[in-house]
Each structure stands twice: as structure tokens, then as C-alpha cells.
Nanobody, 126 residues
């Protein structure tokens, strides 16, 4: 199983980016796919997650009004649309997956995910 993240880049504050995470070797259509990020010198933190089974979406408080997570069955891909980006959004963004639908209380925990992509850099300049 591999997770391939794409779509990172360098943008100015206020701009938008869309990240994609494609699963190959398996599908997670009964599972959970999420996005985490890690800024330099900081711990990995939860950003957003989606449960394929019921399309339930969960966001961190810091992004919930600006970011949107969605899925494409045809492409086996989860997208993270990031709008109104801020310099504090600068980080390496990782996608992660679990083969089952995670409960809400666990969906934000990195240790709950079995598979991780390599990460894609997002840099937001002021």
C-alpha cells in the first residue's frame, strides 16, 4: 500500500492550494484518510480527516473555516482544499490512512493511522 501526496508549493498569504492523496495497492473505501502537518521544530498535528463509509469530515479548529476535505471514488483520492492560507500554515503535509472507519475521538491521533505518505511541503509567505 502506498499513499502519494501531491500539490504542495510556495504561495503568498491569502492564496489557495489543493493537496491530493492517492492510495495505490489498496483502497480505503471502508476506512479513514486524513491529513496531518508538521512545522519545523514542532510536533505533527492533525489537520483534517474523512471517513469513506459515511463521508464524515473532521477538522482541527485552526483550519475548519478555511480548509475542506473531499474524496473521489474514481481516483481513490482524498483532496484537501486550502483557502486563505496563512504563514502559520507552513509545514510539511502528510496524508495518512487506516483501513477502518476511525471513531471521532481517535481520528485526530497520528498513532491511529497505519499508512503514511512521504509528505509535501507547503510554504506560505507573508
Amino acid at each position: 500500500v502506498q499513499l502519494q501526496a501531491s500539490g504542495g508549493g510556495l504561495v503568498q498569504a491569502g492564496a489557495s492550494l489543493r493537496l491530493g492523496c492517492t492510495a495505490t495497492g489498496s483502497t480505503f473505501r471502508s476506512g479513514t484518510m486524513g491529513w496531518f502537518r508538521q512545522a519545523q521544530g514542532k510536533e505533527r498535528e492533525f489537520v483534517a480527516a474523512l471517513r469513506w463509509g459515511d463521508n464524515r469530515k473532521t477538522y482541527s479548529d485552526s483550519v475548519k473555516d478555511r480548509f475542506s476535505i473531499s474524496r473521489s471514488y474514481a481516483e481513490s483520492t482524498v483532496y484537501l482544499q486550502m483557502n486563505s492560507l496563512k504563514p502559520e500554515d507552513t509545514a510539511v503535509y502528510y496524508c495518512a490512512a487506516h483501513p477502518r472507519g476511525l471513531i471521532t475521538s481517535a481520528i485526530h491521533l497520528p498513532r491511529g493511522y497505519d499508512y503514511w505518505g512521504r509528505g509535501t511541503q507547503v510554504t506560505v509567505s507573508s
